[in-house]
């Protein structure tokens, strides 16, 4: 069973900027580069939901409450997938988790507050 290893969350002030990190310490490339990527968040007492994804094409897609602010990447080489936030806001605030199907990461936290 592959591992996926999340880091970059944190505190941050409205505006601020995190830079998210997963790496697929422990899934061969072979497996890693065919598939499409995803950034996911739950917030307190909402379900799940989809923030980005990226194909193995570099092709993206994105929430809507997103769309501008964020930026999903990917870097095959070292199996691993980013997510770049700007202009966060307090309703961004949320446990961010990356998937790499059919495998999840542990979440990282970010909160968005003055």
């Known amino acids: 069973q592959a591992r996926l290893v999340e880091s970059g969350g944190g505190l941050v002030q409205p505006g601020g900027s995190l830079r998210l990190s997963c790496a697929a310490t422990?899934?061969?490339?072979?497996?890693?580069?065919?598939?499409?990527l995803g950034w996911y968040r739950q917030a307190p007492g909402k379900e799940r939901e989809l923030v980005a994804q990226i194909d193995p094409y570099g092709t993206t897609n994105y929430a809507d409450s997103v769309k501008g602010r964020f930026t999903i990447s990917r870097e095959n080489g070292r199996k691993r997938v980013f997510l770049k936030m700007n202009s966060l806001k307090p309703e961004d605030t949320a446990v961010y988790y990356c998937?790499?199907?059919?495998?999840w990461g542990q979440g990282t936290q970010v909160t968005v507050s003055s």
């Open positions: 998937n790499i199907p059919p495998e």
């Open positions: 422990t899934m061969i490339l072979s497996t890693f580069s065919p598939k499409s």
